[in-house]
């Protein structure tokens, strides 16, 4: 499985981005899809995630905020982030479950105004 993740930039505080993250390869493998982030000095944590399913997961900071969707017609995720933080600011990572964890490249959003 392939990841590539796309969308990331400078934006406001307040603000709005959307993250997209196209899947390539075994794409029937795969059982859950979302976004990790981190932030200078910190851990890698998650942010969100869609199984197969339809089923969502948030991590308490961005519940409200963020909201992650997918369309299987794409093999695409997005991650489209409302009300930025200056928090919000970090290397956002695609991730895929399937036999194993895949990551993307990372795409980075800051937010500063």
């Known amino acids: 499985v392939q990841l590539q993740a796309s969308g990331g930039g400078l934006v406001q505080p307040g603000g709005s981005l959307r993250l997209s993250c196209v899947a390539s390869?075994?794409?029937?493998?795969?059982?859950?899809m979302g976004w990790y982030r981190q932030a200078p000095g910190k851990q890698r944590e998650l942010v969100a995630h869609?199984?197969?399913?339809?089923?969502?997961k948030y991590s308490e900071s961005v519940k409200g905020r963020f909201t992650v969707s997918r369309d299987n017609a794409k093999d695409t995720i997005y991650l489209q982030m409302n009300s930025l933080k200056p928090e919000d600011t970090a290397v956002y990572y695609c991730?895929?479950?399937?036999?194993?964890?895949?990551w993307g490249q990372g795409t980075l959003v800051t937010v500063s105004s």
């Open positions: 991730w895929a479950a399937s036999y194993r964890n895949y």
């Open positions: 390869g075994s794409i029937p493998s795969i059982i859950a």
């Open positions: 869609i199984t197969t399913g339809g089923s969502t």
